[in-house]
T-cell receptor, first 115, second 116 residues
Framework: EAQVTQNPRYLITVTGKKLTVTCSQN?????MSWYRQDPGLGLRQIYY???????DKGDVPEGYKVSRKEKRNFPLILESPSPNQTSLYFC??????????????FGPGTRLTVT | DQQVKQNSPSLSVQEGRISILNCDYT??????FLWYKKYPAEGPTFLIS?????DKNEDGRFTVFLNKSAKHLSLHIVPSQPGDSAVYFC???????????????FGKGTKLSVKP
């Protein structure tokens, strides 16, 4: 089954404790992206990657890091989480630029709470 | 500055009637538009898209209309069903311009409630 998986689905942590949210896709997609969803703000892009070893900042990259060492995986790293990073996080992937379709497939989300 | 705007945070419609969700954009470079649907506790799922070379695209009960001169698009759902109750996000992309091709810019979403 074609899918984007994220782990963990739920995480409660404390300020300053490094964490990683994993994202994996099995569709051989070049493009992957991380978003956060906050009430009243919709989906905002954190980082994206056009292919292996190619990453770039989205609209809200502060406090986050990413890496793309393999095509299927795109982990999101919070080196020193803070309460303002409490949010719902989504990973997404798509074929890029082939196919002409820019439909992105989303993972189920990771709800992060930083206390 | 918000490039994709969904000015109605919520919409309530009776089952069987038409639901119309609206979206405005400011960036004239946008050439591809998508609608995503999101249920609670799930990721957004793709619903329908439209290229800027078209003004209408239909898929079953869902139709998206694009008015480029007004920088406005709308999603029509006919007839609306209770299972359509979800948050709908409008998204836009500038596929052929700039270095961030393929990046989607999302609106804030509209919560649709379809009452039986």
């Amino acid at each position: 089954e074609a899918q984007v998986t994220q782990n963990p689905r739920y995480l409660i942590t404390v300020t300053g404790k490094k964490l990683t949210v994993t994202c994996s896709q099995n569709m051989n997609h070049e493009y992957m992206s991380w978003y956060r969803q906050d009430p009243g703000l919709g989906l905002r892009q954190i980082y994206y990657s056009m292919n292996v070893e190619v990453t770039d900042k989205g609209d809200v990259p502060e406090g986050y890091k990413v890496s793309r060492k393999e095509k299927r995986n795109f982990p999101l790293i919070l080196e020193s989480p803070s309460p303002n990073q409490t949010s719902l996080y989504f990973c997404a992937s798509s074929l890029f630029p082939a196919g002409g379709s820019y439909e992105q497939y989303f993972g189920p989300g990771t709800r992060l709470t930083v206390t | 500055d918000q490039q994709v705007k969904q000015n109605s945070p919520s919409l309530s419609v009776q089952e069987g009637r038409i639901s119309i969700l609206n979206c405005d954009y400011t960036n004239s470079m946008f050439d591809y538009f998508l609608w995503y649907k999101k249920y609670p506790a799930e990721g957004p799922t793709f619903l329908i898209s439209i290229s800027s070379i078209k003004d209408k695209n239909e898929d079953g009960r869902f139709t998206v209309f694009l008015n480029k001169s007004a920088k406005h698009l709308s999603l029509h759902i006919v007839p609306s069903q209770p299972g359509d109750s979800a948050v709908y996000f409008c998204a836009a992309s500038a596929r052929n311009y700039g270095g961030s091709q393929g990046n989607l810019i999302f609106g804030k979403g509209t919560k649709l409630s379809v009452k039986p």
